[in-house]
């Protein structure tokens, strides 16, 4: 079992920053893979970013590519999401999400791959203001 805690949400303004924090009580976590996944109002939870165990390898969904960036720090079992010139639709609630890599399957699952996640956070509010 992994336990996940999103942190570092908040009320921020059009092309402010924020990093969000991910932490993982389990001491295997370098053996998943982690993805940032956000849900905003009336509409399905959708795929951000996502990191492999290792940390070498980074997806991003096409409406965050070169404003997001996602990163790992195994030794503090803790993932990031750093989220630069937010948007008002970047407003969501922020979920990551644990996958246990396996010999002989992709590092990271295929986007959306949101079934393919094993452990889930209980999310972080990100609300940006036009």
């Known amino acids: 079992q992994v336990h996940l805690v999103e942190s570092g949400g908040g009320l921020v303004q059009t092309g402010d920053s924020l990093r969000l924090s991910c932490a993982a009580s389990?001491?295997?976590?370098?053996?998943?893979?982690i993805g940032w996944f956000r849900q905003a109002p009336g509409k399905e939870r959708e795929f951000v970013a996502a990191?492999?165990?290792?940390?070498?390898?980074?997806k991003y969904a096409d409406s965050v590519k070169g404003r997001f960036t996602i990163s790992r720090d195994n030794a503090k079992n803790t993932v990031y999401l750093q989220m630069n010139s937010l948007k008002p639709e970047d407003t969501a609630v922020y979920y990551c999400?644990?996958?246990?890599?396996?010999?002989?399957?992709?590092?990271?699952?295929?986007?959306?791959?949101?079934?393919?996640?094993?452990?889930w956070g209980q999310g972080t509010q990100v609300t940006v203001s036009s």
């Open positions: 999400a644990a996958h246990l890599w396996r010999v002989g399957t992709p590092v990271i699952p295929p986007v959306p791959g949101i079934y393919e996640y094993d452990y």
């Open positions: 990191i492999s165990w290792t940390g070498g390898s980074t």
């Open positions: 389990e001491r295997t976590f370098s053996s998943y893979a």
